[in-house]
């Protein structure tokens, strides 16, 4: 019997050509830009920022939107600081605060920013916020307070038995389970720390194998095992959930923040100029967008769709073309094939002969994993060999 499980795997190309590419700029004003966001596969994109601006596209940034508020009774802040959403963006949230001295709500949209609904008040200096793929549970950090947590997409929230702090940033795998949050300065100390969990914020413990500094910024892989930590300067990475880190150096940072892939391999750094790493951040290469005081990034699951907002300035997209990486599972009387949401529409193909042409669509619909934000298909195996591979439409 020839062997059943035969799959062709299209190689992923995302190098140094692909940071080199243009950034391209859209109709959006030039404004302080503090949060953008992105779908896992890059067509809903969102941006927020000073004065009271939520604006919303639903078409890889060719076109956006102001989004418009519902509610009467909660006027918009003055100063949105972040927005995060479902992997299908449908669901979004944005946190910021009205001015210095009043807090502000948590609103949440489940129609991709077209209407938006106030959550129970909570007198706190939002600062950041980051979702689980499918939007149900959220995760909030303040300014002089705690961490919250949502299981109900925003409608109630808890605060978590951490510090009252800085908190700077928060990122969530896609299932929700696994956070991370970095702490710009602990109470009393002029340094930060970042913080893990791994039952959804229910419990935190410091992770101690990272020096004190000044965190910035921290972002996640779909599965929670990669880790990406941003201070003045420094950029530390994690492959193991933060068991062990390295430390890369890149000049020029003030204010860095930083984006991950859903695999964790291609991340994005705003740091004065922006830089991008194809390997998990073992080597970062600096992109062609110009120089800006701060950033604010976002990436598409897979790494190859990059939004980028800079303080005082313009909103950038850079796209490249993708190219998935297929792999194959044996499962129980089957097979299954999987690959990470693409920025470019994909089919399915298969052949039972290499040298022949007829490649023909498989019509099984691919479901969508959102514990690794990857489209799957279960084969059936037969007593043929078989072929596989990934055609952009």
Not at 306 to 315: D, I, M, S, W, Y
Request: hydrophobic letters at 40%; proline letters at 5%; a negative charge.
């Amino acid at each position: 019997m020839k062997n059943p499980l035969a799959a062709i795997a299209v190689t992923l190309t995302f190098g140094t050509q692909a940071f080199a590419q243009t950034w391209a700029t859209n109709d959006l004003p030039s404004e302080n830009w503090n949060s953008v966001y992105s779908s896992a596969d890059g067509t809903k994109l969102a941006a927020v920022g000073l004065p009271g601006l939520i604006y919303i596209s639903t078409n890889s940034g060719a076109a956006w939107i102001q989004a418009e508020a519902t509610n009467a009774d909660w006027p918009y802040p003055e100063d949105w600081q972040a927005v995060a959403g479902s992997a299908d963006g449908t669901k979004l949230v944005v946190v910021g605060q009205y001015d210095s001295d009043s807090a502000c709500p948590i609103f949440t949209s489940t129609n991709s920013g077209l209407n938006w609904t106030a959550s129970p008040y909570l007198e706190v200096h939002w600062t950041s916020v980051a979702s689980s793929a499918d939007g149900t549970k959220l995760v909030a950090g303040a300014d002089g307070d705690f961490i919250y947590t949502s299981t109900d997409s925003g409608v109630t929230w808890v605060p978590t038995q951490t510090l009252q702090g800085r908190w700077s940033s928060v990122a969530s795998s896609a299932d929700g389970t696994k956070l991370a949050a970095s702490l710009y300065e602990i109470p009393g100390d002029s340094y930060g720390a970042i913080y893990a969990s791994t039952d959804s914020g229910a419990n935190w413990v410091q992770i101690t194998n990272l020096p004190p500094n000044l965190w910035t910024s921290v972002s996640s892989s779909a599965d929670g095992t990669k880790l990406v930590a941003a201070s003045f300067a420094w950029i530390y990475n994690s492959t193991n959930s933060g068991t062990t880190w390295t430390s890369n150096l890149v000049q020029g940072a003030d204010w860095p923040v930083v984006a991950s892939s859903a695999d964790g391999t291609k991340l994005i750094a705003g740091l004065g100029w922006i830089y991008g790493s194809t390997n998990s951040g073992l080597n970062w290469t600096q992109t062609s967008a110009p120089s800006w005081s701060g950033w604010t990034v976002a990436s598409s699951a897979d790494g190859t769709r990059l939004v980028a907002g800079a303080k005082g300035g313009l909103v950038y997209i850079l796209s490249s073309i993708p190219t998935p990486q297929m792999s194959i599972t044996p499962a129980s009387n089957s097979f299954i094939l999987s690959w990470i949401i693409p920025s470019t529409n994909f089919v399915l193909q298969q052949n039972f002969d290499l040298t022949a042409t007829n490649w023909t669509p498989v019509t099984n619909t691919p479901a969508l994993n959102l514990t690794n934000l990857q489209n799957q298909v279960i084969i059936s195996p037969t007593t043929s060999s078989g072929f596989y591979r990934l055609q952009a439409q």
